[in-house]
T-cell receptor, first 110, second 113 residues
């Protein structure tokens, strides 16, 4: 079992819709969680950190469920420019190294 | 955007040849990382550095070596390239080794024939 698992998608979503992704992690001792965004053939860039109480940044909301060991990302009013691969990232408790999910591909259609 | 460059951006080489990839940063960050990215896998850490001449192995370090003689430069060497090392290689930097944001270079696409 991979340490961090994501549905690879693709998620095909019409513009303006709301879309949600989940990511599960296996190590209950993990302390830090992130969502990164990666455009096609580009480098990953931090989208947002995920805090225990949940956090929001504009149209994006991230939630953490420690009991079930998953994090989620909700995108409201999706834009064409949201088309990308979204990477779930979890820190390994023992050495702070980041463990990366393989990503969920999102395609927003006009 | 963070000042990180990678060279070369693309390379085709033959099995058994040595290859060196370079990462250069202008941010004066202490930590530097080399990852590889392959379809169906998340980014996997190859090696990282926590200072000049201070390096350590990541989860997929076999067949790779690194060197850091200056704060701004981190070199990744494939001693004898194999087809399994065909991948996209990303360099990243961070100010400290705790779980803060990592900033990535544009990547190097390596094809080993």
């Amino acid at each position: 079992r991979k340490e961090v698992e994501q549905d690879p998608g693709p998620f095909n979503v019409p513009e303006g819709a709301t879309v949600a992704f989940n990511c599960t992690y296996s190590n209950s001792a993990s302390q830090s969680f992130f969502w990164y965004r990666q455009d096609c053939r580009k480098e990953p860039k931090l989208l947002m950190s995920v805090y225990s109480s949940g956090n929001e940044d504009g149209r994006f909301t991230a939630q953490l469920n420690r009991a079930s060991q998953y994090i989620s990302l909700l995108i409201r009013d999706s834009k064409l420019s949201d088309s990308a691969t979204y990477l779930c990232v979890v820190s390994r408790a023992s050495n702070y190294q980041l463990i990366w999910g393989a990503g969920t591909k999102l395609i927003i259609k006009p | 955007d963070a000042g990180i460059t990678q060279s070369p951006r693309h390379k085709v080489t033959e099995t058994g040849t040595p290859v060196t990839l370079r990462c250069h940063q202008t941010e004066n960050h202490r930590y530097m990382y080399w990852y590889r990215q392959d379809p169906g896998h998340g980014l996997r850490l190859i090696h990282y550095s926590y200072g000049v001449k201070d390096t350590d192995k990541g989860e997929v370090s076999d067949g790779y070596s690194v060197s850091r003689s200056k704060t701004e430069d981190f070199l990744l060497t494939l001693e004898s390239a194999t087809s399994s090392q065909t991948s996209v290689y990303f360099c990243a930097i961070s100010e400290s080794g705790t779980v803060e944001t990592q900033y990535f270079g544009p990547g190097t696409r390596l094809l080993v024939l």
